[in-house]
């Protein structure tokens, strides 16, 4: 009798914490695509912008990766190919040299860069972030105004970063839940705007 693959994906889960980093990146993509699907058929962009973003991420991680090691934090999130840079460098010639590089990444269309100048943040900074981002998606379920995938939401150091393809009343619905949403300091709008 065959296992189903929920077994496969249970046994990955479970050893998942000793995966080095590339399989534990891989693994991770195995695991996270099953919802993919699903969350293809309801995004706003096509399929092919959906993986050019996708790549966008990994190759200006990887980048950024080969030049700066574990001297700078920054995260980069992509949508419909537009790109939002967060976390934190050293200087602000190192953040502009990043800006340049993930510019330099095929596909890119623009870069918003928001890196701070400061020290590296936390872990518990960064696990505050998570929770907060949760949050968000959590009272954008509950208010049931837009198609919550339409709407991505970036956290860095309390500050709500709002990304994805909206019309004007879905990014006034999103940035007003967002910014009423405790622990959040600041809302900023990276939204591509349609109709």
């Given at each position: 009798m065959?296992?189903?693959g929920g077994?496969?994906?249970?046994?990955?889960?479970?050893l998942?914490?000793?995966?080095?980093?590339?399989?534990?990146f891989?693994?991770?993509?195995?695991?996270?695509?099953?919802?993919?699907?699903v969350?293809?058929s309801?995004?706003?962009?096509?399929?092919?912008?959906?993986?050019e973003?996708e790549?966008?991420e990994i190759?200006a991680g990887?980048?950024i990766g080969?030049?700066?090691?574990?001297?700078?934090?920054?995260?980069?999130?992509?949508?419909?190919?537009?790109v939002l840079?967060t976390?934190?460098?050293?200087?602000?010639?190192?953040?502009?040299?990043?800006g340049?590089?993930?510019?330099?990444?095929?596909?890119?269309?623009?870069?918003?860069n928001?890196i701070a100048?400061?020290?590296?943040?936390?872990?518990m900074?960064r696990?505050?972030?998570?929770?907060?981002?949760?949050k968000?998606?959590?009272r954008?379920?509950?208010?049931?105004k837009?198609?919550?995938?339409?709407?991505k939401?970036?956290?860095?150091?309390g500050?709500?970063?709002?990304?994805?393809m909206?019309?004007?009343?879905?990014?006034e619905s999103?940035v007003?839940?967002?910014?009423?949403?405790?622990?959040?300091?600041k809302v900023v709008?990276?939204?591509?705007?349609?109709?």
């Open positions: 065959r296992s189903s077994g496969w994906l249970f046994l990955l889960a479970l998942f914490p000793f995966l080095p980093g590339c399989a534990a891989i693994a991770a993509g195995v695991i996270s695509g099953v919802g993919t699907g969350a293809v309801q995004d706003r962009r096509t399929g092919g912008i959906f993986v973003d790549g966008i190759k990887r980048r080969e030049k700066f090691g574990g001297n700078v934090h920054v995260n980069i999130t992509s949508f419909n190919r537009n840079l976390g934190e460098v050293p200087s602000e010639n190192i953040k502009k040299e990043i340049d590089l993930v510019k330099g990444v095929e596909n890119v269309r623009n870069v918003t928001e100048v400061a020290g590296i943040s936390s872990f900074s696990s505050n972030d998570a929770l907060i981002t949760s968000v998606k959590g954008f379920m509950d208010a049931g837009f198609q919550v995938n339409h709407v939401v970036v956290t860095e150091n500050v709500v970063f709002l990304l994805g909206v019309n004007r009343k879905e990014a999103a007003e839940i967002a910014s009423s949403t405790s622990g959040v300091r709008k990276v939204f591509e705007y349609q109709g």
